[in-house]
Nanobody
Framework: EVQLVESGGGLVQAGGSLRLSCVISGFTFDEYALGWFRQAPGKGREGVSVLSSDDGSTYYPPSVTGRFTISFDNAKNTVYLQMNNLEPNDTAVYYC?????????????????????WGQGTQVTVSS
């Protein structure tokens, strides 16, 4: 059984930093895309970063470019999201997800419908 477990969320002041972690177990695929998504109250789910197993290439939408960094530690089976210079509108529940869809991996796809495996989420709250 594939499990993704996030941690590292919390309350931080605007301008601060947080690092989210997601431990992945039971995932035996060699080719995949790993993504971080977020969902704010009353809004749809938004992809904020994706990493491809092909060559470690990444993609970020403009809303977080330059502030967020995704990385993966193979030895620990853990994907991270380093978030710097946080803003109040970054407040949301953050989820990690995994996709075995080749197009997600090749295109660095951030459509949540392409991700079959999800964690339970961790709350990030940024105060002004």
């Amino acid at each position: 059984e594939v499990q993704l477990v996030e941690s590292g969320g919390g309350l931080v002041q605007a301008g601060g930093s947080l690092r989210l972690s997601c431990v992945i177990s039971g995932f035996t695929f060699d080719e995949y895309a790993l993504g971080w998504f977020r969902q704010a109250p009353g809004k749809g789910r938004e992809g904020v970063s994706v990493l491809s197993s092909d060559d470690g290439s990444t993609y970020y939408p403009p809303s977080v470019t330059g502030r967020f960094t995704i990385s993966f530690d193979n030895a620990k089976n853990t994907v991270y999201l380093q978030m710097n210079n946080l803003e109040p509108n970054d407040t949301a529940v953050y989820y990690c997800a995994a996709s075995t869809n080749p197009l997600s991996r090749l295109w660095l796809d951030l459509r949540d419908t392409e991700y079959a495996y999800w964690g339970q989420g961790t709350q990030v709250t940024v105060s002004s």
